[in-house]
């Protein structure tokens, strides 16, 4: 088997909780060759609205929220980036970053079908366009998650029928380590997404859990190849995101020591077919605002 190293990146310039590097289309461009030869092959648009951010001119979302004006078509960039430089893209809907935390996932359904419609006219006739992301991210089956991603998939499946990637948290960090609730088990963690999976099944593609949510790394091991397990049971195509940021520090977010990036790689070698990473330009990139980025790219490329 064939030693897997990071193939995709997600792609977040809709920031939330990182700063924005204020890149221009020479920036994006010097990026995405720097991405090609390091071995990337896909990008992920984490999300192209959140909140009252887009990052293309919708007509959709401002009759639900009043928006931001749009400076930079980012969806158009990066689509012409991911054709020069051969790379599929997978598209990433919007989070209102409201409506479903509300519990009116119903509202936030409308919204996408919407939203999806107008990004398949406006952009589906690319050929880097070759796949969605649901953004909508929970570690279990909280806020009607199953119902969000299962309509949004079978919508997405009937305007395009391209393949689906979801990418979602090990349930162990934040709230769900206080009490009541306290670090979930492996066991209720396999019981949880056996549900979810098998609601899945037939609508999403790929699943690449986010590993830097796991309490303990020591235990990623265990909580990868369990769930290989139930993924390969209802035919979803388990990815890992290995993150190259650092969620163990004080500050939001540095990039991650290089040693524990190696060790996130090697441990999920024989349970994913993909390794993708939040995120290259940020935290693993020679481009980086970020100092350390530089040399964590530098170990990475030497590893």
Known sequence: MAFKRITGTFLDEITYDIPSSNWGEEEWDREFKIMKEAGIDTVIIIRSGLKDKLIFPSEVIPKYIKTFPVYQNLGELFLKLAEKYGMRLFWGLYDSGYYWYKNEWKKEVEIN???????????????????????????????????????????????????????????????????????????????????????????????????????????????????????????????????????????KFPPIDWRKLVYKIEVVQPYVEKLITFEFPHFLSPNSIWPSARNLYKRYMEF
């Open 113 to 251: 079908i919407a939203f999806s419609d107008e990004v398949w006219e406006k952009f589906g006739k690319s050929p880097a366009f070759t796949g969605w992301y649901l953004p909508h991210e929970t570690g279990d089956t909280a806020f009607r998650i199953i119902d969000i991603n299962t309509h949004l998939a079978e919508h997405l499946k009937k305007i395009s029928n391209l393949p689906i990637l979801t990418s979602p948290c090990f349930p162990m960090v934040g709230d769900y380590t206080k009490p009541p609730y306290g670090p979930r088990t492996l066991d209720l963690h396999i019981r949880q997404w056996e549900e979810i999976f098998e609601n899945y099944q037939g609508l999403v593609d790929f699943c690449a859990f986010q590993d830097g949510t796991i309490m303990n790394l020591l235990e990623l091991e265990d909580y990868v190849r369990e769930t290989s397990k139930i993924a390969k049971k209802y035919g979803i195509t388990l990815w890992s995101n290995v993150e190259t940021f650092d969620r163990d520090m004080p500050i």
